[in-house]
């Protein structure tokens, strides 16, 4: 079963930047799509980027496209999500999960494993 662990969450001024990590635990990493997933209090999770197995193809919710950045080391098991130009309204828990498929889902029911998340703050 795979493990996911996040780390590099903080607090961060609006305009800073963050780099999240994800590390996972299994030899079959590199067949598992990744996505980052975030939920602020009262609201529901939602996917904020994701990435495809071998990592040629992503996605983005259209909230972060040209700030966020995702992309993955399989040979380190780990993905990460480059985090540019925050605004306040990006606080939230945010997750990592995986899936093993080829494609890349994007809602929360599609995936299978979880890490236990990392607080990102932006203040204002």
């Known amino acids: 079963q795979v493990q996911l662990v996040e780390s590099g969450g903080g607090l961060v001024q609006a305009g800073g930047s963050l780099r999240l990590s994800c590390a996972a635990s299994g030899r079959t990493f590199s067949t598992y799509a990744m996505a980052w997933f975030r939920q602020a209090p009262g609201k529901e999770r939602e996917c904020v980027a994701a990435i495809s197995w071998s990592g040629s193809s992503s996605y983005y919710t259209d909230s972060v496209k040209g700030r966020f950045t995702i992309s993955r080391d399989n040979a380190k098991n780990t993905v990460y999500l480059q985090m540019n130009s925050l605004k306040p309204e990006d606080t939230a828990v945010y997750y990592c999960?995986?899936?093993?498929?080829?494609?890349?889902?994007?809602?929360?029911?599609?995936?299978?494993?979880w890490g236990q998340g990392t607080q990102v703050t932006v203040s204002s």
């Open positions: 999960a995986a899936r093993r498929t080829f494609m890349i889902p994007t809602t929360t029911k599609q995936y299978d494993y």
